[in-house]
T-cell receptor
Framework: EAGVVQSPRYKIIEKKQPVAFWCNPI?????LYWYRQNLGQGPELLIR????????DSQLPKDRFSAERLKGVDSTLKIQPAELGDSAVYLCASVSGGSDTQYFGPGTRLTVL | QKEVEQDPGPLSVPEGAIVSLNCTYSNSAFQYFMWYRQYSRKGPELLMY????GNKEDGRFTAQVDKSSKYISLFIRDSQPSDSATYLCATKTSYDKVIFGPGTSLSVIP
């Protein structure tokens, strides 16, 4: 079974530029999470989807961050414009219905210069 | 005060040692407790999951929860170099999001 796929793995951009991250969860997993992990910290939730519905986006900085999961499968997280403080690893995780086990992708390491 | 706290380490032990990793939390409503392992440049992977006080064992790993003290521990017996990673404790209520600690970096030296 393929795991959670994320791309790109690494991204370097200049501040004020836009950037997008893509996640393909494990097949059949209805719940999808986006997390941000700063250096030396644990992951912090940005948004949670149940199928195509964002059920918890309270931690998403909506002035510059947006996310979508149009068909309830893969998802995109976008930052526009990026700031220096956005440098972090962006992790995607998915969960099968009825389970609490989150399966994480390898993350996208973003560096904003 | 952060909701979940861990000593960040780094912790360095010789191969074969018993490792003790500890975590404290502040919210007595937390009911579920997890330990994740994260290798460098990888996503976290679930190691242990428990929802009650006491011990849960899985091979060389034992998770211990003391709800009265709000204290979570992970013990690794016969530690191996392949155990070198960052260990994240995490907790949640029955309906809320998972809260992760900052992680403890462990190195097992051959």
């Amino acid at each position: 079974e393929a795991g959670v796929v994320q791309s790109p793995r690494y991204k370097i951009i200049e501040k004020k530029q836009p950037v997008a991250f893509w996640c393909n969860p494990i097949s059949g997993h209805n719940t999808l999470y986006w997390y941000r992990q700063n250096l030396g910290q644990g992951p912090e939730l940005l948004i949670r989807y149940e199928n195509e519905e964002a059920v918890d986006d309270s931690q998403l900085p909506k002035d510059r961050f947006s996310a979508e999961r149009l068909k309830g499968v893969d998802s995109t997280l976008k930052i526009q414009p990026a700031e220096l403080g956005d440098s972090a690893v962006y992790l995607c995780a998915s969960v099968s219905g009825g389970s609490d086990t989150q399966y994480f992708g390898p993350g996208t390491r973003l560096t904003v210069l | 005060q952060k909701e979940v706290e861990q000593d960040p380490g780094p912790l360095s032990v010789p191969e074969g040692a018993i490792v003790s990793l500890n975590c404290t939390y502040s919210n007595s409503a937390f009911q579920y407790f997890m330990w994740y392992r994260q290798y460098s440049r990888k996503g976290p992977e679930l190691l242990m999951y428990t929802y009650s006080s006491g011990n849960k064992e899985d091979g060389r790993f034992t998770a211990q929860v003391d709800k009265s003290s709000k204290y979570i521990s992970l013990f690794i017996r016969d530690s191996q170099p392949s155990d070198s990673a960052t260990y994240l404790c995490a907790t949640k209520t029955s309906y809320d999001k998972v809260i992760f600690g900052p992680g403890t970096s462990l190195s097992v030296i051959p």
